[in-house]
């Protein structure tokens, strides 16, 4: 077996109106492959070119994968079936083992019913409380969803003025907030929130394209809060000291356990400036969380993975506990059940994986994220992902002294793949994946072993607003979690959420904090948890004291960053 090596190019205009016109063709909802995009590469005026498409209505931005055709041949004997999970025992179902709800449309969200093929790691199914939990919720969102009469109630309570005592539905809306992985953890910390509180969660998704990167999560009904509609002017702040978060309306006495007895009541609703400046920090006391559910309507402006700071409240910690008696599964089982990629998303990750990285007998992710803050040379970046490589044992070793790369290796590796390797870079520069391809095909991996590099895109910049690039990086963050390994940068939330979802303790690459190359390079994680980097520190609560014991033993200081907080089991 030969396998393909090979990165994204961006091509300034269509190769031909053939394929224009098979990017245009649409969806195939029952299954068929879309002309011109089968499960292997098109073969187009000597260049290999992998289909990365969005879809009808995004193909006037296509971009298209351009490979050497003379470095690269890919050869899938298995009908796209190679590195798939094929077997269901408990657990592995499409369902998760009663993590997702049944019944809902195939064809609408295919990534819900087919992800469980995909992902090689199964190491937590959801509790029996989980589940009774989840479909409790399920039953209320359909209850209090928009287009309900519940909905409608608790909109024009909100217009009144002032909060009701009593009202059956009340609501966390999520606000977007940063790029996509600190959207993807802050959608599942508000998530968890709502489950412990009894809320609706509701995202407040951009009215264009908002159906562009994840499906429905609930059964029956929608997460969408109907933005046009709302009646909170100016929804989205535009910094972190909102006017009305729960810290000003707390010092100006209009809400909290001082809050002066006035006419107006309880506030109609409350922002939550929970993002990395953390301007709301007593929102993780108890007493005031005794507060805040007298508010009917809590807006969540946030950019942090904070479920770790939840466990710290004492009126959550029995509950949590009941929820994920491991510790560690919190946002891998939440990131599995709530966010699914939409059908053009899904087919970008599907078909790059089984024309690349399916034939494979190993995957390995390899995502590199540099900080303003902790930028190092590239050159240093490499030699740091070497030496982290060689201290923990990820990437496959190369026989320096011999050369001659894959093509030395190729006549002990085996016709099927078995002593095969694929590695996927992620990162915004093409730096690395050259020089980890240039690696590979001057020297032979030791044993013989046939290794291969791929990146499917090196856009330069992170563009937040822009949804394809937003499709692309969610499409990525789902191949990262196909891998059966991942080396990530440390503090990253792109590497937080694929470690979540593929169920791995990556190994964690350090940040070069003050410009300087760490020692030691990288750590292995312990724990598969996002890492809360902006905790609540130094807040002193005065509520229910908390189980300092058991919250010693779970809440603990990340592997990459000093000043944040994980759970551990």
């Not at 496959?396 to 590695?423: H, M, Q, R, V, Y």
Request: glycine share 8%.
């Amino acid at each position: 077996m030969e396998m393909a090596s090979g990165a994204a190019r961006m091509v300034s205009k269509p190769v031909d109106d053939d394929l224009k016109a098979a990017a245009a063709a649409p969806e195939p909802w029952l299954g068929r492959e879309k002309a011109g995009c089968s499960r292997g590469a098109l073969l187009v005026g000597g260049l290999l070119l992998a289909c990365f498409v969005l879809g009808r209505e995004s193909a006037s931005s296509m971009p298209w994968l351009q490979i050497d055709v003379a470095k690269a041949k890919l050869t899938d004997t298995t009908n796209g079936t190679a590195g798939l999970t094929t077997d269901a025992p408990r657990g592995r179902d499409e369902l998760f083992g009663g993590l997702l709800p049944a019944g809902m449309d195939r064809r609408a969200c295919r990534s819900r019913y087919e992800a469980w093929r995909y992902y090689k790691h199964f190491p937590y199914a959801a509790s029996a409380h989980l589940q009774s939990k989840l479909r409790a919720y399920e039953a209320r969102h359909r209850r209090c969803a928009p287009g309900t009469p519940l909905y409608a109630k608790a909109v024009e309570q909100l217009r009144s003025g002032r909060s009701a005592e009593g009202l059956e539905c009340t609501y966390v809306v999520w606000l977007p907030f940063d790029g996509l992985g600190n959207r993807m953890l802050s959608m599942v910390s508000g998530f968890l929130y709502a489950l412990l509180t009894g809320r609706v969660f509701l995202a407040a998704l951009p009215a264009a394209g908002s159906g562009d990167l994840f499906c429905e999560p609930f059964p029956g009904t929608t997460w969408r809060l109907p933005v046009e509609d709302f009646p909170v002017p100016d929804l989205v702040p535009r910094g972190q000291s909102i006017e009305r978060s729960y810290t000003r309306l707390l010092d100006a006495k209009a809400v909290g356990p001082a809050a002066n007895a006035t006419a107006l009541g309880v506030p109609p609703y409350v922002y939550l400036s929970l993002g990395w400046q953390l301007k709301d920090p007593l929102f993780f006391c108890g007493e005031h969380q005794q507060v805040l559910r007298d508010v009917n309507w809590l807006l969540l402006y946030s950019d942090l993975y904070f479920a770790p700071s939840l466990y710290g409240v004492a009126e959550f910690q029995d509950e949590l506990r009941r929820l994920f008696p491991s510790k560690e599964s919190v946002s891998h089982l939440l990131s599995r059940y709530l966010l699914h990629p939409t059908n053009p998303v899904w087919r970008l990750a599907t078909t790059y994986y089984r024309s690349y990285l399916a034939p494979a007998k190993r995957r390995i992710g390899v995502q590199i994220r540099m900080f303003g803050f902790g930028s190092i040379p590239v050159d240093d970046m490499y030699s740091q992902i070497l030496a982290c490589s060689r201290q923990e044992h990820v990437l496959p070793e190369t026989d320096d002294d011999a050369t001659g790369g894959n093509e030395a290796a190729a006549a002990a590796s085996s016709e099927d793949g078995s002593n095969s390797t694929a590695i996927l870079v992620a990162s915004l520069y093409a730096d690395y994946y050259e020089r980890l391809r240039r690696r590979y095909y001057e020297h032979p991996a030791k044993g013989g072993e046939r290794v291969a590099v791929f990146q499917p895109s090196h856009e330069e910049r992170q563009a937040t607003d822009n949804m394809a690039h937003n499709q692309r990086a969610l499409a990525e963050i789902y191949l990262l979690s196909f891998c059966e390994e991942l080396l990530t940068s440390g503090r990253s939330t792109f590497g937080y959420v694929s470690s979540s979802l593929a169920g791995v303790r990556p190994t964690i690459l350090l940040t070069a904090d003050g410009h300087k190359v760490p020692e030691p390079p990288c750590r292995r994680a312990v724990s598969m948890e996002p890492c809360n980097l902006t905790p609540p520190l130094r807040v002193h609560c005065q509520g229910k004291p908390v189980d300092k014991e058991d919250l010693a033993r779970h809440l603990r200081v990340c592997e990459d960053s000093k000043v944040s907080v994980k759970l551990f089991d």
